[in-house]
């Protein structure tokens, strides 16, 4: 069997690294398969560790390279090896049409590759996570190999040929001479090593890692960092910077082609990447036997489970993390594959015999790239002389931008709010695309923007009416995670920041203001300031609004207590109640009546010269989670135009809600006792911009006596009514309750 290899590139990277292995592990079978490589294009006479190894595995009659990617007609020459050397198998280590932009193969060669009558089957092979066949791919092979179960049970998941599944395989190399492996390489005997591996770029995040040990400098000196990679001149806007101000503990060493000695004598694998597809640094430390802090990305598909410790939240937990990881004395048994090779030999084998896929030639090269991420994209690639007349439509009918553009060109809409975006093409009168969103099954990617627990309350429950109404896979990223990801199951949340792949669609929720100080109209629809706090999330997600409450972990039986909570403390004077003796009578009578009144709020006593009332409970449980469980035990709840009201709104809790900065419909009104006085100055909140850095805001009254008269103006007595309708409401309930089991 003779089997040829074409690889985009051989520069340094996952992709040369498994085809070395390939090669590697078939030259067991000499007498059964003969392997020759083809390098489609040589990007440069540096960082080619792999390309090195592999030719000396190669002789000259084996190994072939075509150029630069300049020298478009020599690649035509791959047709003429295929052919000389009768082929039987072409396998491609990268999907034929992913090839990169500027690397692309023409469209005559693809048809070439790909006519009806050649003599040899063609093999694929993905090694990223950004590739859409639906969109990009337009021949068949008669099968793919892939290198993870990501592309196995999603990316390609409905693609027709033959599929193969073919991990880097896992192989013990535990050595006992981890201290004569320090010696050779300088490192310190005695110290804890921690180790990152990769191409400096804002993907691999090395950036991330230098951060962790900034934060540990002080505290564990007796832990060293260190960074291998190439740092590619065409990426020194990521690396340089961090370049400039490296803590001591760290050390880079640069591109090396020894990793596989500072595996032996590191301790632990930190690689804090947030784009990748199968990475190879991860198997090989397996392989070592390492400690790994990594991120258990979802393309991952579960690979690396009983191997990683998963990263988590930010550079100071994440620090916690690796010291907990290093002081952690478990081990994971290495379960080596001895098969890869056999198996591959197998697997081409079996191609051999399939029967060739026939592919209709195409004439016309176009790609249409259309996707939905914070902005509407589109574009064309390919080759025409024609002009190309572009039209979007907001809807059916109301077209939002037309022009006539060349191929190879693009096109970004400023709208980024959810519109039913309609988009066509026409070649000469003819329509040649004509797509309509549509994100059943598609991966779409919602992140708030604000870390308010009151915008986070209000806004979550509309991402779950979202998924349902378009069928979506939803990715949702919000600053508080661990209150939704098991009462929302069918949604996957991860953390702000993190990169998010292979996703059609993303829409942010938040308030965006443009330069001129009113609401940005690119990513609104309307002023949030005139609509209900939870009408911003059903505007941006193009969804009817109704209120809708969160779901949380409630307590199954809530035994309720004679209990009341109390949301006393806010984030502007402006959004207190200033009535300074209204509080204390409030409580007062609260305690005639025998409740317990219970202050949820964290800031303290005094905060911002804000003081309790007396006969007041301070709640001291902990996180929001034990704040719910207590909170749920409550009868109703007091509080302002803020996050602990929203709390415990989404408690099933009565909310009596006391604000005069904010109109009466600003917030929620299913079980809620709204206070306000209308007959003074009010609701500044929905009509000036709030400044934040002003403790004091007041916009129209600041300094004077009237300063906070929306709240100074609201009663105890008026507070005080909603209270006794809530208590009265429930008597006359329990006594229905009472009557009825009677």
Known sequence: ????????????????????????????????????????????????????????????????????????????ELIDIIKNNNI?????EEILEGFESFNRIPLPLLNQLYSNDRTWKMVETCHNVWFNPQTHKKFNPESYCFVTPYHLKETFLNETPVKFLSLYPIENKVTENKIKVREDLGLDLFKTHVLNVGLWTSGKNQGEGVEVARELIESNPDIEFHFIGNQAPNFEDYWGPIMKDLPSNVKVWGERNDVDKFMQACDVLMFNSTWECNPLVVRESINYGMKILARNLPQYVGMFNEYITPIEGDVKNISKQLVGLIENKDVYKILPDDTFGEDLLNFYKAVTILNTTQNKPLTKDYIFIRHYVDQPYFEIQGTTENKLNIKCYAGNNNIIYQNELPINSWIKLNKRYFTNWRTTVEENGEIIYDETLNLKDKR??????????????????????????????LIVSTFLNILFKDQYPEIEFVEPGELVPNIHAQYRLGWFYSEDGKFDTNKHPYDFKKIPLQKTATDILGLDYEEVRPLLKLPNTPKKKKKVGIGFHSTAQSKYWNNPDAWQSVIDHLNNLGYECMIYSKEGDGYMNNHYPKGVTIFKGGNLQKVINDLSSCEFFIGLGSGL???????????????????????????????????????????????AGDWNWCPLHKNTDRMFECSKQISSDMVIKEINKIINKEVIEEKIDDNYLK
Request: with cysteine.
């Open 1 to 76: 069997m003779k089997l040829l290899y074409l690889t985009p590139h051989l520069s340094t990277g996952g992709q040369p690294q498994f085809v070395l292995k390939r090669i590697q592990e078939l030259q067991k079978y000499k007498d059964q398969i003969e392997i020759f490589l083809v390098e489609y294009s040589q990007f440069s006479d540096t960082y080619v560790v792999q390309r090195d190894k592999i030719i000396d595995l190669l002789d000259n009659n084996h190994f072939f390279t075509l150029g630069g990617t300049d020298e478009v007609d020599r690649k035509y």
């Open 645 to 691: 009201s929203w709390l415990a709104w989404a408690c099933k809790l009565p909310v009596v809600l006391i604000s005069g900065f904010s109109e009466k419909w600003a917030e929620t009104t299913l079980d809620t006792y709204r206070v306000i006085n209308e007959s003074v100055c009010h609701g500044c909140f929905n009509s000036d911009r709030l400044d």
């Open 444 to 473: 779409v990617y919602i992140s708030f923007e604000s870390k308010s627990l009151g915008d986070t309350m209000s806004w979550i429950p509309y991402c779950e009416v979202f998924r349902k109404k378009h069928g979506c896979q």
């Open 88 to 92: 039987d198998i072409v396998h491609s």
